[in-house]
T-cell receptor, first 109, second 111 residues
Framework: QKEVEQNSGPLSVPEGAIASLNCTYS??????FFWYRQYSGKSPELIMF????GDKEDGRFTAQLNKASQYVSLLIRDSQPSDSATYLC?????????FGQGTELSVKP | NAGVTQTPKFHILKTGQSMTLQCAQD?????MSWYRQDPGMGLRLIYY??????TDKEVPNGYNVSRLNTEDFPLRLVSAAPSQTSVYLC???????????FGQGTRLTVV
């Protein structure tokens, strides 16, 4: 099983700031990448996916993919306390969804 | 619309006992997976199935699955060990979609 790596954090940012979450992957054959959000005690839910190099924006969220560097990131603008959660990066490898360790984000009011 | 349903939500098992964790989805999804989640470890893939009748093991020993139909994907712990204490998550997705839907999880403690 190829690897997906994230810094486990915790990452703490003040309310209104930009939170930057990073992920690297080892399988150059991976084509699709995902960011899931998981609140404590709950199941993961999909926030964004990205296939192409560059940026993809959805509201306050921007996913960035650099296939040459095997790097995926998620930016959260105007962070809110309700964004406090664990963010999981995942790569699709041969039909299987492979997750990183998750980064815990805390947004302080 | 039930989505992905897992039972039980919580269970305590003694070392050496066996148990089946149930997972069912009503969305006619082809892909189904089992993950375990431990603190600081993210989600680790245990078993994967691309269709009824096919399964793919990702971790050695301790677990078995069956996929007799599209809807159900039960995970069996053959002889439970304390190292299998974890939260178990079942997920499904369509062949033509990349979004995976998760069940609410089973929190299993092996004592």
């Amino acid at each position: 099983q190829k690897e997906v790596e994230q810094n486990s954090g915790p990452l703490s940012v003040p309310e209104g700031a930009i939170a930057s979450l990073n992920c690297t992957y080892s399988d150059r054959g991976s084509q699709s990448f995902f960011w899931y959000r998981q609140y404590s005690g709950k199941s993961p839910e999909l926030i964004m996916f990205i296939y192409s190099n560059g940026d993809k924006e959805d509201g306050r969220f921007t996913a960035q993919l650099n296939k040459a560097s095997q790097y995926v990131s998620l930016l959260i603008r105007d962070s809110q306390p309700s964004d406090s959660a664990t963010y999981l990066c995942a790569a699709l490898e041969g039909g299987k969804l492979i997750f990183g360790q998750g980064t815990e984000l805390s947004v302080k009011p | 619309n039930a989505g992905v349903t897992q039972t039980p939500k919580f269970h305590i098992l003694k070392t050496g006992q066996s148990m089946t964790l149930q997972c069912a989805q009503d969305m006619n999804h082809g892909y189904m997976s089992w993950y375990r989640q431990d603190p600081g470890m993210g989600l680790r893939l245990i078993y994967y199935s691309a269709a009824a009748g096919t399964t793919d093991k990702e971790v050695p020993n301790g677990y078995n699955v069956s996929r007799l139909n599209t809807e159900d994907f039960p995970l069996r712990l053959v002889s439970a060990a304390p190292s299998q204490t974890s939260v178990y998550l079942c997920a499904s997705r369509r062949f033509d979609s990349t979004e995976a839907f998760f069940g609410q999880g089973t929190r299993l403690t092996v004592v």
